[in-house]
């Protein structure tokens, strides 16, 4: 039998503790009337230990799981965060292909039109230009004209010469306002008349304006050698430059 330290309530010998005060119980000597104390402390550690080694090896395993469940959580969420990479890179390159596409398309077709408006403003000048008649090429058996003889040009406004390879002559008048008028012929074309004005505001420089067929701007300047006048200068028409020059004795 065991005993209560406490209550003194007896109990039997497979119990430990007072079923009323918690205390240990102790065996009760059959020789003798002492009680002896028996601690059962280490059936107790024993116990104890046992119930925690359970419940560590019954932790082990949520342990396991949750770490799993961390790794397959972070696995997943890496993995979806790499597709979402994925996706927008794919995007982006996809928008970036059809930018490229859409700006090659527009400026395909802006060369085009720029090579369009660049042959209608060619053919808007062809048939904005006038007509040009070259002069008359002179035959290489004949030779430049002389300069004009003063008694055949007592009021000196005509002048023999050339414009390119062709002989022509000119009648120039100077003017009191400084402006210059007139007109000339090719020696072979003789009715065929050009005529010509511009101005003499500068001494020894004059600038003409052709008006006809031609439409020429000319621009002059005085030569004077012995007793001839003669001004030489460019004639510039609308198909190319040429040199000009007419002559007088003073």
């Not at 927008?88 to 059809?98: D, F, G, I, L, R």
């Not at 007139?182 to 008006?211: A, H, K, V």
Request: proline share 5%; aromatic share 10%.
């Amino acid at each position: 039998m065991k005993i209560c330290p406490n209550c003194q309530t007896q109990f039997d010998n497979e119990e430990i503790y007072c079923l009323h005060d918690g205390s240990i119980l102790v065996a009760k000597s059959p020789n003798s009337g002492s009680e002896e104390t028996i601690v059962f402390a280490p059936f107790k550690t024993n116990q104890n230990n046992k119930t925690a080694t359970q419940t560590s090896k019954a932790i082990y395993p949520l342990i396991g799981i949750a770490a799993i469940l961390v790794i397959a959580l972070a696995g997943f969420f890496f993995w979806k965060q790499n597709e979402t990479k994925d996706e927008k890179a794919q995007a982006n390159s996809s928008a970036t292909a059809n930018d490229y596409e859409l700006k090659k398309k527009e400026l395909e077709l802006k060369e085009k039109e720029l090579e369009i408006k660049k042959q209608e403003l060619i053919e808007g000048q062809k048939n904005s230009q006038p007509t040009v008649s070259q002069p008359t090429p002179r035959p290489f058996s004949e030779k430049p004209l002389p300069p004009v003889q003063s008694p055949n040009n007592a009021d000196g406004t005509k002048y023999s010469g050339s414009i390119g390879s062709s002989n022509a002559v000119f009648n120039l008048s100077w003017n009191k306002n400084k402006t210059v008028t007139g007109s000339y012929y090719f020696t072979g074309n003789p009715s065929q008349t050009y005529g010509l004005s511009g101005t003499n505001y500068t001494d020894g420089e004059i600038e003409l304006q052709e008006f006809g067929n031609l439409n020429a701007r000319i621009r002059m300047f005085k030569n004077l050698k012995g007793n001839t006048l003669c001004w030489n200068g460019s004639y510039y028409a609308t198909n190319g430059t040429s040199t000009i020059n007419f002559c007088r004795y003073r």
